[in-house]
């Protein structure tokens, strides 16, 4: 058959590729195949059908293959690439490329595609090698600053050894002014040089780049040239240059951008107090009054129109007093007062004055009285923002004399007050719009939890929940009072109600990353899983939708910024990459999907061993906090732990300690029910083993670092979660020799699995010799099997503390905390269960000579069931209760009176349908789940 | 009172006080890549003096020929950071890069034809519609504003380039064109 034919019929497989038509596209290859067993490209392609379809296995056999022909062929590599991929192999991926460029030297779009694939695997030294070698080949002086480029990411590389880098960066700067056209043709081959110069500490030559006219007119259109350029000018100690520059650009320009007033700040007085400052102070005394006076000037000039003059006299006016240097003692507040007169109908204005508000005890009683003297009656937006502003500060600047249960109330009720009659403003507004009383919404909503940290009285939550849920009628859009409310209905045990307004936000893409914290930490506590219902456990795998996404699409916009020689972004993307994939939520989000996973799947050697894998790797990585806490609209007084951590669920943060503690807890616990040790899982990995980024002693094992505890750890963790961690690893470590001793060996442990191997795919796995078995697949163990310990103390009282751990939390409103102690209870039995997995066969019991311990496991059993048999009784029985009218009249009759004479009944008992209901949901689920679970590992 | 910087990848971890009110979009990570990787002088961010994100644009360069532009593609404020001329600010910026970096004849936004205060602002920045685009916004349908709802505006404001001023034209919002005819 001719060429043309083939390619005839090859490309109905790709249009099939095309479609998502996998199933059609590997029977088109069968086809192929048979007329032409030996055709690379067809074989490339199955392997990509297949792997697409999921079929791994399958697909590795061919692509093994395909790779062991050396390809050359652009199709093929094409195909590869993608098959290399999905499996994430991308040293492959290297390897491929390198022996086809080697084949062909002259090949330039095979040099790029070499090139990119080191750049996504971060060896940028082959990098730096291959843009060399393809300037001196081709010419372009693209693949020279590919090559420079190359040579500073590797010297920011964290595996880079100290004194590598400055070689590295001199080995940039070599080239870079080996360039034959100046880096100025180009804002980002600028911004490149600038970067190496500033790192290198060449100022001089930096300067005379900044100081050119070309060099002006780049920083002058661009942002981040200007950025490195600020920065080198500072760094060398330039700063009086750089104050002119900035106070000629404010007055000739008009430049109103904050980092121009922060330059001549600078210039007049540090922000901080340093060595070497103090001596000046006649000099910066007359330079402070210069600046005031050009300060002044321009405020008086912006009137109202903009706020940066205006905050930069009070920037001065705080630092002359940080130096000492203030003449007048009364000039902050006059100037608070003036920027307040100016600016208070601005809602940011509580914003800015907020850095400014550490006052002497007279100082602040005279804003407290100027702020309280704000007209309480208004007609206008403005005035209404200006009473919002006062109190925002008044609040802020309260002294913990003022937080009592009394003063708070009296707040309470004029925030409200106020709020009600200021709907009145936004009476005629489209729905989609913010009613400008919202505010006092949130000033109230705050206050209320405050009173609810005073009191322990659960009436403030759900007095909270009723004005605030108000006012979303009112402000449908508005998402600062949806985050109040999730926070109060988990805080309230009415979980349902808390996702019901986290999915009102419409949380999506990357904001996964940040938000998802809001409903998925501890979610478990929650969850339904163990009773068929994966809402919960469905939310953390679409939370994670977007690590996929970094990993599949950032990559390919690091290569496009390669094209498109975009230098600045570059370094960026590859941290922003990095600090998704290595996200602290993303594994925390982890963590709470396995601890639901394990009460809804069945707990056996598949679920143990992926998840072991997956565990090991979380372990070894660094990890980045992007949660964003910020968002919280908090308006409480400085001096209280602030809304976030007062409305933290069981007041503990989740994060690293937490994710950490979980984290070795489950490692351990799977590694003694796993037969997989490292040589075996070594074996069966088909992607590339993750890079270690965790900063641990390198000497450490990891069994060495498992076993590490650091108490401080441990304070994130609630005293429920506590126990739950001391009898898993009191478990563990009692149960460890005997694992040890009934673990088969590895060699049975690969035959087993080549066996399953080949039986699926038809081909046996590579590089593994099967020994021959010794007929039943058991292994004899020659020596005597470790002596039998009963269990310790920790693990047989386990269940009973917990059951008195229940008893005492069910007096209280809220079922949250109830639901925690069980959750922990049912997630300790499941992990003892786990734990005696193995132990199941009685043939291996029989063969180990373990007989006496499996009767330790029976009574541990028994006990464990009875403790879980109480406690899902009662949370059935609580839910009920908790769900019916009763309970839902004694929310309704917690109703405050400034609330219950401003809203609708009808409207309070919505809300407290809504709350009972959701939390006889999560109470009934709970129970009957430990239930099912309890029957289905009795 | 702001400062003005370019806008970087990481900021898609800090934009949410400015992108989870509905008005604003958040899309795929690929979206904000594919602009910073192409025109990253033409995205920057607003930020207040606490490091709060108060508002960003991101913009591109494109067309052929005499139709060669600067685009607004997004530019939002956070509600609290409104009325501060903050979009004004960015603007001029993006303004500026399309004139002397990009060499552009003009630059041009859409906008929502209901949108009234947006479009008194745009006005007051000299841009004026250069035509109406029907069913250019198709996600939210017909509501309140019927047509208005769906349709933009395409408003443009010419740079020193445009010497004849060609992307102004008196009876713009009379010239109406669809959606598929633009992008």
Known sequence: MSAAALERQIRPIYDALDTGSNKSAIV??????????????????????????????????????????????????????????????????????????KQQPTNEDLGAQTFFANVRVSRWKSAHQIATRMYKQFQDERYLFWSIISAVLQAKDVSTPPNMRTILYQLAHRLITSSPTPSYVNADRFHLHLTILRDLKLYEEANKLIDSDIGKSICATNLSCNEIRRDICIQQGRIQEEAERAEQLIVEKKDRNWLEFLSVLDGAVPAAVSAGTANKSTDAGANINRVQELFTKVAEEDASKDRSAALALLELEKRARTHGLSQDRSRLLTLLKQYFEKFGDKACCFEDLKPFLELEESELAQLTSFLEAVPTSFTTVSELRRLINSYKILRYTLPLTDITEEKESARVAAYVRFYFEGLALGDGLPSSELQPADDLVLLAGNTYVSLWKLTDGDCHLLNAVYLLEFALIKSKQSFLTRLILIRLYRLLGASNAALEHYRAMQVKQVQHDTLSHLILSRASTFSLSATGDITLSTECLESTQIYLSNSQETGDFIVRAFTGEKYSQIPEFISFEDQLDNSLQRDTVKIEHLRMRLTHEPI?????????????????????????????????????????????????PEGDAWMMTFLKVYIRAFQQASDLDDTVEEKLLIGDRPKQTADFDKKLSLRDRLMQRDPEHLSSLTLDEVKFVEYAHA??????????????????????????????????????????????????????????????????????????????????????????????????????????????????????????????????????????????STLIKRGESDGSSDSRHLCMDHCSSDLSSNIDHDFIVTCAKKICDSRKKVLDGVGKGIDRLRTTYA | MSVLR????????????????????????????????????????QEAPSGRMMGYVLGKAEGSGAEWHGHVTAITVAPEYRRLSLARKMMSLLEMVSEEIYKAFFVDLYVRCANIVAIEMYEKMEYSVYRRVREYYGNLGIGKGGKDEEDAFDMRKPLPRDVNQRSIRPNGRDIIVSAHDVS
Request: glycine residues 4%; aromatic residues 8%; hydrophobic residues 40%.
């Open chain 1, 604 to 652: 056996n050697s598949d679920l143990i061993d992926m998840e072991l894998i997956e565990l090991k790797f979380i372990f070894d990585r660094i990890h980045y906090d992007n949660r964003d806490f910020a968002i919280l609209p908090n308006y409480q007084p400085k001096l209280s732990e602030g809304l976030h951590n007062q409305t933290l669920l069981f007041s503990k």
């Open chain 2, 6 to 45: 370019p806008f970087k990848a990481s900021d898609m971890f800090r934009f949410n006080n400015i992108n989870l009110d509905i008005w604003t979009e958040t899309y795929g990570i690929g979206f904000y890549l594919s602009y910073l990787s192409r025109w990253p002088d033409l995205c920057c961010v």
């Open chain 1, 28 to 101: 088109a290859c069968n086809k192929l195949l048979k007329k032409h067993p030996k055709n690379v490209l067809i074989k490339a392609l199955k392997a990509l059908a297949l792997i697409r379809s999921q079929k791994v296995e399958e697909s590795l056999v061919l692509c093994d293959e395909v790779l062991q022909s050396k390809p050359i062929d652009d199709g093929i590599l094409t195909a590869m690439m993608h098959v290399l991929r999905g499996l994430g192999r991308h040293n492959d991926m290297v390897t491929m490329f390198d022996e086809a460029y």
């Open chain 1, 731 to 872: 478990l563990i470590d009692w149960l460890e020799p005997y694992h040890n001793h009934c673990r088969p060996p590895p060699a049975v442990v690969l035959a087993e699995a080549a066996k399953q191997t080949e039986l699926k795919t038809g081909h046996p796995l590579k590089g593994i010799d099967i020994p021959p078995l010794n007929g039943n697949g058991h292994h004899k163990k020659s020596e005597e099997p470790p002596a039998i310990h009963e269990a310790p103390e920790v693990v047989v009282k386990y269940f009973d503390a917990a059951k008195s751990r229940f008893k005492e939390a069910q007096s209280k409103p809220s079922p949250s905390e109830l639901l925690h102690v069980a959750t922990l209870a049912q997630e300790a039995y499941l992990l003892l269960v786990t734990e005696t997995l193995r132990f199941k066969n009685p043939s291996v019991v029989k063969i180990h000579k373990l007989g006496n311990l499996v009767t330790n496991f029976k009574t541990l059993r028994s006990d464990a069931l009875s403790a879980l048999a109480e406690i899902s």
